[in-house]
Each structure stands twice: as structure tokens, then as C-alpha cells.
């Protein structure tokens, strides 16, 4: 479907949703939602939400991200240039001050890299370093690989370690449990005398691309590389190995780490109109790997994060409190942007009332999830209520996790939320070349417009305060 009639059946169905009659509803507002309790939005906030279905700025300008500035790691020309883009596209949105703030951060670059079977037959493998990995130094190395399932397979088999290349090869059981051979990898087997490793890709669908990401080097190992394999590479050697053929592999890899550089996070504010000192914060990530042009991760969250607050400015409902817009850097090596943030802004915490992160992808959304106190949950499940109106599954409101970026001003008391979002297939694409802007469903994106939009709105202007809803532990709180 053509997008411009995409945005016409949103804005058909908003107003099918809005309006009260017993009469049989016209042809295309057919398409029903879920059946839910969905509290009336008030007039400016529905003239918000319409025109969130109907813009289409946000689509253009993640396109634009993603297809003229491409990958976003940091500290390289990549970087840089977004950085300009995302400063002069605040500018450009009519933002009230834009600036950018230092953050001192890792510098690492890939270089050339690539594996090769070489015995007990020949075949190339499909590999990706880890960011902050060391290299293989300029003759490769070469060895049998020792493949594992596991952390407790290779302690199990500790003795044949030595030399070897390690190769993780576990199920997938979630990123929260499977990414650890990713981070601590290396330094697990580099103890037991391993000279490189390599690891299944961190997702549970492959689509032909290994999956890269950050691991860690602990002070009491010697340091050795790791790669990622793609699912099926890593899987037919560990299969050879099991077969007892004993697979051989060479690897090349010019990963270096230069130390520390500086990057910078952007910000943006459109100021308030009777409470300018107060802040409801949102954004994203600006930064991102080397590979694929990284719209879920995290070019949604930083053009929905744009689009959002720029929605709020053209429909002229400025509201009574700062809205403030931070594209962070360096979140994918160490979250350096959000401490950072915290670092330069902690004389005015007491007036963060708000920070929303969407770093989740644009897929349908489902809510937010909120880290507060259970009253501050509450309220903005109420605040909340009314944009389940845009949504085309169910919707709710829970206690959950913000997010990277606004997690250090978030454990310093500034209540957080994070965009939820319906992402069973994100781990299919996140990290890795397939994370592309052809991934992006327009009229899923717009509603994620909305929903942003409307609840930083409904924040940013509601007469309470949220901070001062927050029962502190003296007062039986937490």
C-alpha cells in the first residue's frame, strides 16, 4: 500500500476510534482494534496523535540517516558526520537551543578481516570481529579448534585448550543469557591457554550474517582475539568436530584499539512555556556498528526521538515544560553518553522530571515500561491510557527498564521509561549486516510517532509534576 494512502487509513481510523455513534461504521474504518478500554484523548493531544499518523518527516529522515550517513561506529568519519546531521536536523526542526558536549570515549576500528577452514577440507568462513577485540597480528593465526557448547564444556575439557581456537557454539536462550559468550569469551578461554576464539552469532535466526557487538578483556588473562561466526558456519564446525574430523582454522583479523578519542552527545531543547527549567527528556542512540546501516539499532530510536518532539513543536503545542531531545554516543561499546550526560547535567537533575529512551526498534508498539516508583508507574498508565487509540495489539503500561543511555541519571532519581515495542524478530537483524532501513514499516513507525509523541506531550504539560508523586523510603516508598 502506497504510504500517502497508509496515512489516510490511520487518520480515517483515529477518527473512527474518536468518535461516539451507533452507526455502521464507513467502509474504511472496517479494521478493528483490539478490544479495549480506551479512554478519550483530549482535543490538542488528538490533533497530536492525528497528525503523528499522517507525517511522514520521521520515515524521510530515518532513510536519510541511514542511506546518506550510513554506519555510526564510534569515532569514525561515520560518526562524525552524523553528528553534524543530527545537530543540523534539530536546527532545522525549529529547536529552541541545540548544542553539542564532549564524552570521552573508546576508539577502535575493524580492518581487514576473514577466516578460512583449512583442513580436513577447505572452505571460507563468514566472521565478524568483536568491537574492542583485539587483531591476529599480520601473519593470522592457525589452529584445530576445540568446539564447546558451553562455559562448563570447556572447563569439562580444559586440558585440550591449550593452542586451540575455541569455538562457542551454544543454543540460543534469549540475548541476556546467550550474549555472555560474546563478552566474557575470550578471557574464559585465553586462561585455559586458548590463542583466539570464535563464537555462534548472538541471535536465534540467522539470515546468512554474523552478528558483531562489544566483549570485555578482564585484567587477569591474556589478551586474544574473538570473532563471531555466522549460525551456520559455527554450526557445520562444530558438527565436524563432533564427526571427530578435527576442523583447522586460520584467522586474519585487523582489529585495533587506539585508545580514547572524543565524541559527542547532541542535544536539543524546545523550551517550555511556563516551566522552561523543568525537563522531559527523550532520545536515542546516535551511534551504532560498522555494519549494516543500523535503522532498528538505533536509527528508530533517534528519529523517533527527533520526530516526536518536532511533531509536538509544528502542530504548536508547545507545552508548559522543556522538551529536550539527547542523541547519545558511544552506547554500543560502554554506554559513555549516558554517564556523560549525567556528568554534565547533574546540577539540574532535581529538574529532569522525564527520560525516555526508545532503543528497542520501530516495531508495533505495545507501551512503555517504566523505572520508578509504583506511584509514578501509575500515573503514567494514566497519563498513557488514551494512546492505545493508535496501537493495532494490546497496549499496557508496566514496571520495567528504561534503558542505557538514561540509565545513570535514571539510578539517580529521575524517572525512567522505556519504549516497548512488539521486536520478536529484532535479534534477527541487530548487530549485523541485515539491519537495514528496508526492515522499517512506515505506518508501524508513525504510530510509534504517536505513542512517543503523545506520552511526552501529556508530560511535558500536565499541571503534576512526576517527581513529586515519588514516596521516598521514609514515607514506606520502594
Not at 584499539?257 to 522531559?280: A, C, L
Not at 522525564?354 to 508507574?377: I, Q
Not at 528504561?402 to 539510578?411: A, E, F, M, Q, Y
Not at 532501513?437 to 512526576?466: H, Q
Request: charge should be negative.
Amino acid at each position: 500500500m502506497p504510504r500517502r494512502l497508509i496515512a489516510l487509513f490511520g487518520v480515517a481510523l483515529l477518527s473512527c476510534i474518536s468518535a461516539c455513534t451507533t452507526c455502521p461504521p464507513p467502509e474504511h474504518c472496517t479494521k478493528k482494534l483490539p478490544e479495549q478500554s480506551t479512554p478519550p484523548a483530549s482535543p490538542k493531544l488528538q490533533t497530536l496523535l492525528t497528525a503523528a499518523i499522517t507525517d511522514e518527516y520521521t520515515y524521510d529522515k530515518l532513510g536519510e540517516l541511514c542511506d546518506t550517513i550510513g554506519p555510526r561506529l564510534t569515532g569514525s568519519p561515520g560518526m562524525k558526520n552524523a553528528i553534524k546531521w543530527s545537530k543540523q536536523s534539530m536546527i532545522d526542526a525549529g529547536f529552541d537551543s541545540v548544542w553539542t558536549e564532549p564524552v570521552t570515549v573508546p576508539y577502535w576500528t575493524r580492518g581487514k578481516e576473514w577466516a578460512r577452514c583449512t583442513a580436513p577440507l577447505e572452505f571460507d568462513l563468514i566472521l565478524s570481529s568483536m568491537g574492542l577485540s583485539d587483531g591476529t597480528g599480520p601473519e593470522g593465526i592457525e589452529a584445530e579448534i576445540l568446539a564447546v557448547r558451553n562455559f562448563e564444556e570447556l572447563e569439562a575439557r580444559s586440558s585440550e585448550a591449550e593452542g586451540k581456537i575455541v569455538l562457542f557454539n551454544p543454543p540460543w536462550e534469549g540475548y541476556g543469557k546467550t550474549v555472555q559468550y560474546r563478552v566474557h569469551g575470550a578471557s574464559v578461554a585465553a586462561r585455559l591457554g586458548a590463542v583466539a576464539v570464535l563464537i555462534r552469532s548472538v541471535t536465534g535466526t540467522s539470515l546468512g550474517a554474523p552478528h558483531t557487538g562489544m566483549m570485555e578483556y578482564a585484567d587477569d588473562a591474556p589478551r586474544i582475539p574473538i570473532a563471531a561466526l555466522t549460525v551456520e558456519d559455527a554450526g557445520r564446525l562444530f558438527r565436524m568436530s563432533q564427526r571427530g574430523l578435527k576442523p583447522v582454522v586460520k584467522l586474519y583479523m585487523e582489529a585495533t584499539n587506539h585508545g580514547e578519542t572524543t565524541s559527542y552527545n547532541v542535544i536539543g531543547d524546545i523550551r517550555g512555556t511556563e516551566k522552561p527549567e523543568e525537563i522531559v527528556l527523550l532520545g536515542g542512540h546516535l551511534d551504532s556498528w560498522d555494519v549494516g546501516t543500523c535503522a532498528q539499532d538505533d536509527g528508530a530510536g533517534v528519529a523517533l526521538s527527533l520526530g516526536a518532539a518536532r511533531l509536538i513543536l509544528k502542530q504548536d503545542l508547545r507545552p508548559l515544560r522543556t522538551i529536550r531531545v539527547v542523541h547519545f554516543t558511544c552506547e554500543e561499546m560502554g554506554g559513555h553518553g549516558g554517564r556523560a550526560y549525567l556528568d554534565a547535567h547533574r546540577f539540574e537533575l532535581d529538574q529532569h522530571i522525564l527520560a525516555l529512551e526508545s532503543d528497542a526498534g520501530s516495531y508495533p508498539p505495545l507501551g512503555f515500561s517504566v523505572e520508578a516508583d509504583s506511584t509514578v508507574v501509575a500515573y503514567i498508565d494514566e497519563l498513557a491510557a488514551p494512546l492505545a487509540q493508535v496501537v493495532t495489539g494490546s497496549w499496557k503500561v508496566r514496571a520495567g527498564g528504561s534503558g542505557v543511555d538514561v540509565g545513570p541519571i535514571v539510578r539517580s532519581g529521575v524517572p525512567g521509561v522505556g519504549h516497548w515495542v512488539d521486536n520478536p524478530h529484532y535479534f534477527d537483524v541487530h548487530h549485523s549486516l541485515a539491519d537495514t532501513f528496508e526492515k522499517i514499516d512506515p505506518d508501524v513507525l508513525s504510530r510509534n510517532v504517536a505513542v512517543i509523541a503523545g506520552l511526552i506531550y501529556s508530560v511535558a504539560n500536565d499541571p503534576v509534576s512526576l517527581r513529586s508523586l515519588i514516596i521516598s523510603p521514609a514515607d514506606g516508598g520502594h
